[in-house]
């Protein structure tokens, strides 16, 4: 067997192992450590007070305040709104924004039709220091600091002036479940407005 014969046979052998016989190379491969002593630590936000310290405020119907509100039988293009003055909310981190906000879900007492379709009819906004949200959108974000932060929340809930569904007829919902949310969102937001 020539020299040239036998060159070709451990060249082809070689290939083979550096191929792993899967097809692949296995390439070489290296790691070094650059970790140093620095330590990182998540932040936090939360409301800063229980669900009862949280301030309460008077419901109003079309701008008319003093009413009681369990009285008042809802039409399409009615408006209910009340504003929660001085929110706690608690924040550790560097660059925070927070999106407000309000859940809806817990609202419907029961699983009947009439409620249901109600729900269904009714859209809410939600202001924050003054701050409206955006044309189709329901919440506005607001930076938040570090420490504590208080905010005056106004919440306004529409009965939807197009709804024509008479599935919603003699609907109920819980205002008394109704919850405020509040959102994380990413610092980009927090760059752009503050």
């Known amino acids: 067997m020539n020299k040239l014969f036998k060159g070709a046979i451990a060249s082809a052998a ?32 939360r409301f800063g007070a229980t669900p009862e310290e949280m301030p309460r405020a008077a419901w109003t119907l079309n701008g008319q305040d003093g009413l009681d509100i369990e009285d008042i039988l809802l039409v399409p293009g009615d408006e209910l709104l009340t504003t929660f003055a001085d929110v706690p909310v608690y924040a550790k981190g560097t660059h925070l924004a927070a999106q407000f906000g309000i859940d809806l879900e ?30 189709g959108e329901a919440s506005v974000a607001v930076p938040i600091h570090d420490g504590m932060n208080y ?44």
């Open 106 to 135: 817990n609202l419907v007492d029961g699983t009947a039709g009439h409620t249901l379709a109600f729900m269904n009819a009714l859209d809410y906004t939600v202001s924050v220091d003054g701050y409206a949200p955006s044309e």
């Open 151 to 194: 905010f005056d929340v106004v919440v306004a809930i529409y009965f939807d002036r197009e709804s024509d569904d008479t599935g919603a007829y003699a609907g109920t919902v819980t205002l008394q479940n109704l919850a405020l949310t509040i959102t994380q969102v990413p610092h980009e937001f927090h760059e752009q407005t503050s």
């Open 14 to 45: 070689g290939i083979s192992l550096l191929m792993g016989g899967a097809g692949t190379f296995a390439l070489w491969q290296d790691d070094t450590s650059l970790g140093s002593s620095a330590v990182i630590t998540a932040g936090e936000l």
